[in-house]
């Protein structure tokens, strides 16, 4: 066999969550290896090495760091004539309108059901954004949130919510 390149790549600390089980599991074509080095020049690292160098670069490594370090936003787009989101007066009471002459729906129950994960809206009031820890917590959120937004009898007026 040719001699082979052990090819490194640098990573924040915490993609050492992801754990033994994900950097030495079974079933890969190019063993992956992991350093967790702390120092205090550099800090808290992660040097992840392989003979292949598409390895190192896994995009689930990089969505776990995304996700531990930045969180997860997901947006709900508010369409139509007189469909509308506001705080009223601030933010745990939001109000959606879903038409001109449509009652004024209060969500408030669904802004403080999961502390972690924050709501807000834009100025027009046609935008919904969700911001929280993780993709499964502010996905339950925004998808109980978008059942609620879409009105059930008028299916061909345009009018309601969809996912950005």
Same mark, same amino acid.
């Given at each position: 066999?040719?001699? !082979?390149? #052990? %090819? ?5 600390? &915490? %993609?050492?969550? =992801?754990?033994?089980?994900? !950097? ?7 063993? &992956?290896?992991?350093?967790? #080095?702390?120092?205090? /020049? ?13 390895? &190192?670069?896994? @995009? ?8 531990? *370090? ?7 787009? $508010? ?14 009471? #939001? ?11 209060? =969500?408030?129950? !669904?802004?403080? @059901?999961?502390?972690?994960?924050? &709501? ?9 954004? $969700? ?5 499964? @917590?502010? +996905?339950? $959120? /925004? !998808?109980?949130? $978008? ?5 059930? =009898? =008028?299916?061909? *007026? +345009?009018? +309601?919510?969809?996912?950005?």
């Amino acid at each position: 066999p040719k001699p !082979y390149k #052990l %090819a490194f790549r640098k990573y924040p600390g &915490v %993609a050492s969550g =992801l754990g033994a089980e994900y !950097y030495y599991r079974e079933g890969q074509k190019s063993p &992956v290896t992991y350093y967790h #080095l702390k120092s205090p /020049a550099s800090g808290d690292m992660i040097a992840v090495g392989a003979t292949d160098p598409r390895a &190192v670069d896994a @995009r689930c490594i990089d969505n776990y760091v995304k996700e531990k *370090t930045r969180g997860y936003a997901t947006q709900i787009v $508010l369409e139509g004539r007189g469909v509308k989101a506001y705080f009223e007066p601030k933010f745990p009471h #939001l109000k959606v309108r879903l038409g001109v002459g449509a009652k004024v729906k209060d =969500l408030m129950q !669904y802004c403080l @059901r999961d502390p972690d994960v924050e &709501v807000t809206c834009n100025k027009k009031g046609d935008v919904v954004v $969700l911001h929280g820890p993780n993709k499964a @917590r502010v +996905g339950t $959120l /925004a !998808y109980r949130l $978008l059942k609620v937004m879409t009105p059930r =009898l =008028l299916p061909y *007026t +345009g009018k +309601g919510a969809h996912f950005a």
